[in-house]
């Protein structure tokens, strides 16, 4: 076997037929694995020449491993730092390292990882976002990085999924479901709305989508950042493959609700979800999340990804949870001890100030208990 290090697009787009191969052969198959995905990524995260550091390791002439890595430089504390992450890491909430079935994961991942060693002199440190705990050759990874470099780790947010099998059949007999079927038939007896489910991309629903988006979140990186930039030019490449779909709501002719879903091989994803706030009393959002969810299921899908965030609603339709971590990693070079001081202390800061804000938020809990019966609740999707 033999590493080599990937720096220009040229040699990058060579690898697209390796990629595909390969990223089909991985534990779980995440649409944040494709080549489309990462091409777009690149345009709209990484600017016009982006810093390739992606090491592949070759069987005589077959590519049978790929570490994505790109580089940038940044500040930590006084000091410029040359960072390394994956290339996907701002658009995709698992990151992976594609690899042979027919190879010995452990042996592929040493020589990666002996590689990032040997090219310590080019790199200070690595950020590995989306470390998922379903898959196992992440962990494999967190485990061999933490043997050879100094690490620090740090959880991230819980996934919530709905995988359709005999425990999703369970939940549809709960009350909260009952209850938004009949808020359904109320809705399209007494205004005049129409349900739309799975319609194909096109120009009109995506800037119908952002402009509900920015009543809601004008601040948000889909508005205000690359993400949305990202979007617009990955949904028309998967709109060929009939992989991007809307689900909406109509009142009096004009969407009041919408709904973006992603899909690839078995699964779907819920990219984005906004609706008109003078409509929140209809509870179209939950409205709309049930109609799609039941559509997916219908087409026999095995999986409905509902994105990152453990809010209660999604809990009417699974219990299913991922954990992601984020594995901080100092290069053995002369910044080793620096960039493992700052890591510590930047991540000590962080822990601090989430203890403080949840101690806050239970005293006020407390405060206003006696009251908490007189309270309005939120209905789903209000």
């Known amino acids: 076997m033999r590493t080599e290090l990937i720096r220009t697009e040229p040699a990058f787009a060579q690898l697209k037929e390796a990629w595909t191969r390969l990223s089909q052969e991985t534990e779980h198959k995440y649409i944040y694995d494709t080549w489309e995905w990462t091409i777009a990524n690149l345009q709209a995260f990484w600017g016009p020449t982006p810093d390739l550091f992606v090491i592949a390791v070759y069987e005589e ?24 992450r994956p290339i996907n890491a701002l658009s995709a909430w698992s990151n992976s390292i594609y690899m042979d079935r027919r190879f010995n994961h452990h042996s592929l991942l040493k020589r990666i990882i002996e590689e990032l060693d040997s090219r310590s002199q080019e790199w200070d440190c690595l950020e590995l976002r989306g470390l998922n705990t379903g898959d196992n050759s992440m962990l494999l990874t967190w485990s061999l990085l933490d043997e050879r470099f100094s690490t620090l780790t740090e959880p ?9 099998n005999d425990s999703f059949k369970d939940k549809l007999s709960n009350k909260e479901l009952r209850n938004m079927e009949r808020r359904e038939r109320k809705l399209l007896k007494e205004l005049d709305a129409r349900i739309v489910v799975g319609e194909s ?3 009109v629903l995506w800037q119908r989508c952002l402009e509900l988006h920015e009543r809601k979140w004008n601040e948000s990186e889909v508005i205000k950042g690359p993400y949305g930039h990202f979007l617009g030019q990955l949904l028309p490449i998967l709109d060929q493959t009939h992989d991007a779909e809307f689900s909406y709501i109509e009142i009096n002719g004009r969407i009041e609700a919408i709904n973006l879903v992603m899909k690839k091989e078995n699964k779907a994803y819920g990219e984005i979800m906004n609706y008109s706030p003078e409509y929140a009393k209809w509870g179209i959002g939950a409205i709309l999340i049930r109609n799609i969810v039941m559509h997916y299921r219908d087409q026999r899908l095995e999986e409905l990804d509902l994105k990152q965030g453990n809010q209660s ?33 930047k991540l000590t800061k962080r822990s601090f100030v989430k203890s403080v804000l949840l101690r806050g938020r239970r005293r006020k809990h407390a405060a206003s208990s006696h009251s908490v019966g007189k309270r309005e609740t939120q209905t789903m999707g209000g």
Do not use: H, Q
């Not at 991230?156 to 359709?164: D, S």
């Not at 339709?317 to 890591?343: F, I």
């Open 313 to 345: 609603y999604k809990f009417n339709w699974t219990d299913n949870l991922r954990k992601n971590y984020t594995l901080y990693v100092s290069s053995n070079n002369s910044k080793r001890t620096y960039m493992s001081a700052y890591t510590w202390l």
């Open 201 to 203: 991309f096109s120009e």
């Open 61 to 84: 002439e077959i590519c049978i491993a790929i570490a994505p890595f790109a580089r940038s430089i940044k500040k930590a504390g006084w000091r410029s730092v040359r960072e390394l």
């Open 156 to 164: 991230g947010e819980w996934n919530v999924y709905i995988r359709y």
